[in-house]
C-alpha cells in the first residue's frame, strides 16, 4: 500500500532492540546443531523451528518469554555466532528503512556461560561497521544489566575490565536494565547508574511495562535515565506525565511486543494517541523482532492502523526519534 511505502521511506530510529533478540527460530536450530548445544529435550517447543515459533505465538507473560529467550541465546558460542545474529537484525532494519539503530545487548546472560565479553564485542562490532559500510546504518551499542541477578553480580560486571574498556573507548554509548521487571525495581540499581553517569555514558531502564508507574518515577529520580524503555504505565499518572513531557524524556514504545506480552490486548491499547496529544515524545520499536512477529516496520504499520496518524504527526514521531538518539549531532543533522 503507498501507505507502507510512506512508513518504510520514513528515516526511522530505532532505540529498542535487543539483538540477542533478534535470534530467529532458523537461526537458532542452525547454530545449535553447529556448536552442539543440546535444546531441552522434555519440551515439546524445540522439536522443530516451526514448533518454536508457534509456542513464541502463546506468550502469556513478561517471564514466560524471557525462559525462551534465555535458553535461545545459548547457542550463541563464537564471535562468529554474534556477528551473524547481528548482521541478521541490520539486513532486515536496511529492508525496513531504518537509518540508525540503538542496540541492547546482555552481557552477563553470556559471560555466566562462559562466553567472554571480548567474543561478544567482536562479533557485534565486526556486523556494525559492516551495517555502517553495506547499508548505511549508523548505530550504538547499550550494554543491558539484568535486574534478576544480585546488585553485587551487576556492579562486578560493570566493573569488569573489559566492559569498562569498552564504555571509556566508546564502543558501547551506553547503558541499559532489562529482564523481569518485577519485583526489581529501579533504585536497586542506583550505584551502577551513578557510576556509568560519572563516566560519561548515556543511559536509560526498562520501567512501566509490566510494573507499575512507580517504577519510571524511581527511574527518572535514582537512575537519573535520559530515555524510559516501554514506559506505557506512563498513562497511568498524569502528573508523571507532565512532568515526563516537561523533560523531554524520551520513550521507546514496542507495540507489538506489549500485546504479545499481554501488557495490553491491542495495538489500540497502547496510549500512543494519550501520548501525542499530551506531547510525550516516543519512539515506535520492534523489542525482540524474532519472537514478537515483527520488525520495526510491522510495528509502524500496526500503530499506523490503531491510530490513523497523520503525515504529519509521523513525521514529528521520526524527528523525536532522531533528537531523543545518541548519536552525534552531524549524524542527526544528516536524517533531519
Ligand atoms: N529482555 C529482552 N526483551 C525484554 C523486555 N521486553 N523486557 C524486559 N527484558 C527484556
Ligand atoms: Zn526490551
Same mark, same amino acid.
Given at each position: 500500500s503507498p501507505l507502507h511505502a510512506f512508513l518504510q521511506a520514513l528515516p526511522k530510529c530505532e532505540h529498542h532492540i535487543h539483538l540477542e533478540g533478534a535470534l530467529t527460530p532458523a537461526m537458532l536450530f542452525t547454530l545449535a546443531s553447529r556448536n552442539n548445544v543440546t535444546l531441552p529435550q522434555d519440551d515439546a517447543a524445540f522439536a522443530s523451528p516451526e514448533a518454536l515459533l508457534a509456542r513464541y505465538g502463546r506468550f502469556t507473560f513478561l517471564d514466560d518469554f524471557l525462559h525462551y529467550y534465555y535458553i %535461545?541465546? *545459548?547457542v550463541l558460542i563464537s564471535p562468529n555466532d554474534f556477528e551473524l545474529l547481528a548482521w541478521d537484525y541490520f539486513q532486515h532494519a536496511a529492508a525496513d528503512g531504518v537509518a540508525h539503530a540503538e542496540v541492547f545487548f546482555d552481557p552477563q546472560a553470556h559471560m555466566e556461560r562462559g562466553v567472554s565479553y571480548a567474543t561478544v564485542l567482536k562479533g557485534f562490532s565486526t556486523a556494525r561497521e559492516r551495517a555502517q559500510k553495506e547499508l548505511g546504518i549508523s548505530s550504538e551499542l547499550i550494554c543491558c544489566f539484568l535486574?534478576?541477578?544480585p546488585v553485587p553480580d551487576c556492579l562486578a560486571t560493570f566493573e569488569d575490565p573489559d566492559v569498562q574498556e569498552s564504555f571509556v573507548d566508546g564502543s558501547v554509548r551506553g547503558i541499559g536494565l532489562? *529482564? *523481569?521487571e518485577k519485583p526489581f525495581p529501579p533504585e536497586l540499581f542506583e550505584e551502577i547508574y551513578w557510576r556509568a553517569g560519572k563516566l560519561g555514558l548515556r543511559r536509560t531502564a526498562h520501567a512501566g511495562e509490566e510494573g507499575p508507574a512507580t517504577y519510571i518515577t524511581s527511574a527518572l529520580d535514582t537512575l537519573n535515565v535520559? &530515555?524510559?524503555d516501554h514506559g506505557i504505565r506512563l498513562a497511568d499518572d498524569k502528573e508523571l506525565m507532565q512532568r515526563v513531557v516537561k523533560s523531554g524524556t524520551m520513550l521507546s514504545v514496542c507495540p507489538l511486543s506489549n500485546v504479545l506480552l499481554r501488557c495490553v490486548k491491542t495495538v489500540a491499547e497502547v496510549p500512543v494517541r494519550k501520548f501525542l496529544d499530551a506531547g510525550v515524545k516516543f519512539s515506535i520499536n520492534s523489542d525482540d523482532p524474532?519472537?514478537?512477529g515483527g520488525y520495526i516496520l510491522d510495528n509502524y504499520c500496526a500503530v499506523h492502523e490503531a491510530f490513523d496518524l497523520s503525515v504529519k504527526e509521523w513525521a514529528g514521531v521520526c524527528r523525536a %526519534?532522531?533528537? %531523543? *538518539?545518541?548519536? &552525534?549531532q552531524d549524524r542527526k543533522d544528516k536524517m533531519l
Amino acid at each position: 500500500s503507498p501507505l507502507h511505502a510512506f512508513l518504510q521511506a520514513l528515516p526511522k530510529c530505532e532505540h529498542h532492540i535487543h539483538l540477542e533478540g533478534a535470534l530467529t527460530p532458523a537461526m537458532l536450530f542452525t547454530l545449535a546443531s553447529r556448536n552442539n548445544v543440546t535444546l531441552p529435550q522434555d519440551d515439546a517447543a524445540f522439536a522443530s523451528p516451526e514448533a518454536l515459533l508457534a509456542r513464541y505465538g502463546r506468550f502469556t507473560f513478561l517471564d514466560d518469554f524471557l525462559h525462551y529467550y534465555y535458553i %535461545g541465546m *545459548s547457542v550463541l558460542i563464537s564471535p562468529n555466532d554474534f556477528e551473524l545474529l547481528a548482521w541478521d537484525y541490520f539486513q532486515h532494519a536496511a529492508a525496513d528503512g531504518v537509518a540508525h539503530a540503538e542496540v541492547f545487548f546482555d552481557p552477563q546472560a553470556h559471560m555466566e556461560r562462559g562466553v567472554s565479553y571480548a567474543t561478544v564485542l567482536k562479533g557485534f562490532s565486526t556486523a556494525r561497521e559492516r551495517a555502517q559500510k553495506e547499508l548505511g546504518i549508523s548505530s550504538e551499542l547499550i550494554c543491558c544489566f539484568l535486574r534478576h541477578l544480585p546488585v553485587p553480580d551487576c556492579l562486578a560486571t560493570f566493573e569488569d575490565p573489559d566492559v569498562q574498556e569498552s564504555f571509556v573507548d566508546g564502543s558501547v554509548r551506553g547503558i541499559g536494565l532489562d *529482564s *523481569s521487571e518485577k519485583p526489581f525495581p529501579p533504585e536497586l540499581f542506583e550505584e551502577i547508574y551513578w557510576r556509568a553517569g560519572k563516566l560519561g555514558l548515556r543511559r536509560t531502564a526498562h520501567a512501566g511495562e509490566e510494573g507499575p508507574a512507580t517504577y519510571i518515577t524511581s527511574a527518572l529520580d535514582t537512575l537519573n535515565v535520559e &530515555r524510559i524503555d516501554h514506559g506505557i504505565r506512563l498513562a497511568d499518572d498524569k502528573e508523571l506525565m507532565q512532568r515526563v513531557v516537561k523533560s523531554g524524556t524520551m520513550l521507546s514504545v514496542c507495540p507489538l511486543s506489549n500485546v504479545l506480552l499481554r501488557c495490553v490486548k491491542t495495538v489500540a491499547e497502547v496510549p500512543v494517541r494519550k501520548f501525542l496529544d499530551a506531547g510525550v515524545k516516543f519512539s515506535i520499536n520492534s523489542d525482540d523482532p524474532a519472537y514478537f512477529g515483527g520488525y520495526i516496520l510491522d510495528n509502524y504499520c500496526a500503530v499506523h492502523e490503531a491510530f490513523d496518524l497523520s503525515v504529519k504527526e509521523w513525521a514529528g514521531v521520526c524527528r523525536a %526519534g532522531i533528537e %531523543g *538518539s545518541w548519536c &552525534r549531532q552531524d549524524r542527526k543533522d544528516k536524517m533531519l
